[in-house]
């Protein structure tokens, strides 16, 4: 079992329709959980960060944590073009060095 | 706003050469990373540092170490570049708070060795 678990895709969705994302972690001593998005040739820009169960919301994008499922999701709702990327799960792990363990990526399309 | 820079964006080496990539953080964090990624592989944790002169070892450490003399500052040093070290190689960094902190990325250096 991979210890952070994403679909790669690609997801495809019309534009202006909700993006679900969704991820599976294994270390169940995690306590901190990132998203970033990754353009094509681009670095990794970090785009949401929650850390206790329920909904985080920031514009258009909802982080949602279940702990108890080891479960984490990425919303972004009324998605545009320029939404698509690779978006990479990150959760912390159960060591305090700072590493995270990052998920392989989910490709989303958007479609004008 | 963070800033991770890395020296190169894109760095064309031989094998066998010793080649260095730099990266520098202005946030007084204290630990500083270096991941490659491959298309299919996603990011592979080389080596990292959490401290002036410490460092350690992450999952694909062989033909590679690091320096760091200064806190801002984190080199990845090739020993004797090959070709199977061709890939985008990213730094980045991350405070030590209270919770865990995210990690901030740099541009990226496209690295190809012929």
């Known amino acids: 079992q991979k210890e952070v678990e994403q679909n790669s895709g690609p997801l495809s969705v019309p534009e202006g329709a909700i993006a679900s994302l969704n991820c599976t972690y294994s270390?169940?001593?995690?306590?901190?959980f990132f998203w970033y998005r990754q353009y094509s040739g681009k670095s990794p820009e970090l785009i949401m960060s929650i850390y206790s169960n329920g909904d985080k919301e920031d514009g258009r994008f909802t982080a949602q944590l279940n702990k108890a499922s080891q479960y984490v999701s990425l919303l972004i709702r009324d998605s545009q073009p320029s939404d698509s990327a690779t978006y990479l799960c990150a959760p912390s792990g159960s060591s305090n060095t700072g590493k995270l363990i990052f998920g392989q990526g989910t490709t989303l399309q958007v479609k004008p | 706003d963070v800033k991770v820079t890395q020296s190169s964006r894109y760095l064309v080496k031989r094998t066998g050469e010793k080649v260095f990539l730099e990266c520098v953080q202005d946030m007084d964090h204290e630990n500083m990373f270096w991941y490659r990624q491959d298309p299919g592989l996603g990011l592979r944790l080389i080596y990292f540092?959490?401290?002036?002169?410490?460092?350690e070892k992450g999952d694909i450490p062989e033909g590679y170490s690091v320096s760091r003399e200064k806190k801002e500052r984190f080199s990845l040093i090739l020993e004797s570049a090959s070709t199977n070290q061709t890939s985008m190689y990213l730094c980045?960094?991350?405070?030590?708070?209270?919770?865990?902190?995210?990690?901030?990325f740099g541009d990226g250096t496209r690295l190809s060795i012929l």
């Open positions: 980045a960094s991350s405070f030590i708070g209270q919770g865990l902190q995210p990690q901030h």
């Open positions: 270390d169940r001593g995690s306590q901190s």
């Open positions: 540092s959490y401290d002036v002169k410490m460092k």
